[in-house]
């Protein structure tokens, strides 16, 4: 008569203590972690007043801000392609072939019409602005992460008197960097904020509207 072979049993599993069962109750439960997404920022938009005491120094910028593959971009691309003459549109650089980022496209308020305002443009005011915009990022009003991503259009207001006056070209890279660091923050935080324009509404008379 033949032998049955033997058996051997598993040994039985090691009881879960009661963190395993609590660790393994929450998997069950809790939704599977997704890693954070940076928002996209597809427009902002802001200006900024900042004037020293001579009249010419007053900068004025308005900036929109935005994904350079969104509407800003799209913008951005249309603009530097289609040149029209007097307004020249470049974008803002430290100095030749140091252009920043967040990649900025500047576009003059003013017709130009002489050599003189152009190189008081493209010099003193354009080194002005690629300062402010780095301000911005170390301020971190732009996160330095999307340095990348975005895009800025920046609509430069630099008085026609400049010309024709003696200036101060010190005076003039101050308030043109404070400017444009400042439309840009206030461009990201959305401001003023609607609740304190509903509230100042009233309060407030525009500079150039007769009393």
């Known amino acids: 008569m033949a032998k049955k072979k033997a058996v051997k049993k598993a040994a039985p599993a090691p009881a879960k203590t009661t963190t395993a069962k609590a660790a393994e109750k929450l998997k069950a439960v ?77 576009v003059s308020k003013v017709t130009v019409k002489s050599e003189a305002y152009t190189n008081i443009l493209m010099g003193t005011v354009q080194a002005a602005i690629a300062n402010g915009v780095l301000d911005a990022v170390r301020k971190g009003d732009i996160p330095k992460e999307k340095a990348n991503d975005l895009g800025i259009i920046i609509s430069v207001w630099l008085d026609p008197s400049v010309t024709s006056v003696e200036i101060d070209h010190n005076i003039l890279f101050d308030t043109h960097r ?25 309060e407030i008379q525009h500079c150039f509207k007769p009393a």
């Open 30 to 106: 809790a939704p599977p972690t997704k890693p954070a997404a940076v928002d996209r920022i597809v427009m902002r938009t802001g200006e900024a007043l900042v004037e020293a005491e001579p009249a010419w120094s007053a900068a004025e910028p308005e900036v929109v801000i935005g994904e350079l593959d969104g509407p800003v971009g799209y913008a951005m691309a249309n603009l530097l392609g289609d040149q029209i003459k007097g307004h020249s549109r470049v974008f803002a650089i430290l100095n030749c072939d140091v252009q920043v980022r967040p990649a900025t496209l500047m």
């Open 178 to 202: 404070q400017a444009t660091a400042k439309a840009i923050a206030k461009a990201m935080k959305h401001e003023p904020s609607i609740d304190w324009l509903l509230e100042h509404q009233h």
